[in-house]
């Protein structure tokens, strides 16, 4: 079982800043591809930021230039840093890691979700 808490959202004014926390435990050593998404009132989920196991990120084409995935020394901790906020980037903004608890199988894990608004 991996377990995934997220922290560091909250109410900002458009051009801010906010930094998300993701921390991982449990059984960590399955954790594979570790990323952001985010879901906005009458949405659909959407990819923010992952890492890809080939190495590298991949960032959605609306927050390119302005928000940065990177990783603790542990691995298991993954942050979003979010400059120069919009209005747009409103949403709840989950953690996601893949899970391979055995070889052939994976699974979406996914923490409890944080909001981040964005409003003057």
């Known amino acids: 079982q991996v377990q995934l808490a997220e922290s560091g959202g909250g109410s900002v004014q458009p051009g801010g800043s906010l930094r998300l926390s993701c921390a991982a435990s449990g059984s960590v050593f399955s954790l594979r591809d570790m990323g952001w998404y985010r879901q906005a009132p009458g949405k659909q989920r959407e990819l923010v930021a992952s890492?890809?196991?080939?190495?590298?990120?991949n960032y959605a084409d609306s927050v390119k230039g302005r928000f940065t995935i990177s990783r603790g020394n542990a691995k298991n901790t993954v942050y979003l840093q979010m400059n120069t906020l919009r209005p747009e980037d409103t949403a709840v903004y989950y953690c996601?890691?893949?899970?391979?608890?055995?070889?052939?199988?994976?699974?979406?894990?996914w923490g409890q979700g944080t909001q981040v608004t964005v409003s003057s």
């Open positions: 890492f890809i196991s080939t190495g590298g990120a």
């Open positions: 996601n890691a893949k899970v391979v608890p055995y070889p052939g199988v994976v699974y979406d894990q």
